[in-house]
């Protein structure tokens, strides 16, 4: 109702993250979520983000494909391609590596955190309520924080 920031996330996705640490230019992200598993943590409004904004049985996944890696070191620019709904914009993420320790049952790890933001309608996601006190009852604007973590295959 445009009065609070609402968080929510995806509990069930798959990627794939494969970085030359010589050629930063050239890795490459693609990551499923299952629409579905899109959780505020109220039910009510999980119901309405899954059947009336998302469509989910129409719709079952949002994937991201990375189009460009840019930067250096720790920090990077992540640009690619958002499909939501059948519909596909470009989104790009601001990336930061966090760590990079060696597990001595997995091997070695990187950690990751990005942001980025859209705008919901691009994605024909239009669906909005006029509210009697003014206003609408849904921000345009989609915030993205993802944290991710790796582990180098063998």
């Known amino acids: 109702m445009m009065i609070s920031t609402v968080r929510g996330r995806f509990g069930e996705f798959e990627g794939t993250i494969i970085v030359d640490e010589d050629d930063l230019a050239s890795a490459n992200v693609e990551v499923t979520m299952k629409a579905a598993s899109l959780d505020s943590g109220v039910e009510l409004r999980d119901h309405f983000l899954h059947d009336d904004l998302l469509h989910v049985q129409r719709y079952p996944a949002v994937t991201f494909r990375s ?9 990077l620019t992540v640009t690619g391609n958002l499909t939501i709904r059948d519909v596909t914009r470009p989104i790009t993420l601001d ?6 320790p060696k597990d001595a ?16 309608r691009e994605f024909g996601l239009t669906w909005n ?16 924080e993802i944290s991710a973590e790796a582990v180098l295959a063998k």
């Open 67 to 75: 189009t460009r890696v840019e930067g250096s070191g720790d920090r």
């Open 95 to 100: 990336v930061k590596r966090e760590r990079k």
């Open 105 to 120: 049952q997995a091997g070695t790890r990187s950690a990751f955190s990005a942001r980025g933001k859209f705008d919901r």
């Open 129 to 144: 309520a006029a509210l009697e006190m003014g206003g609408v009852m849904v921000g345009d604007e989609i915030k993205v």
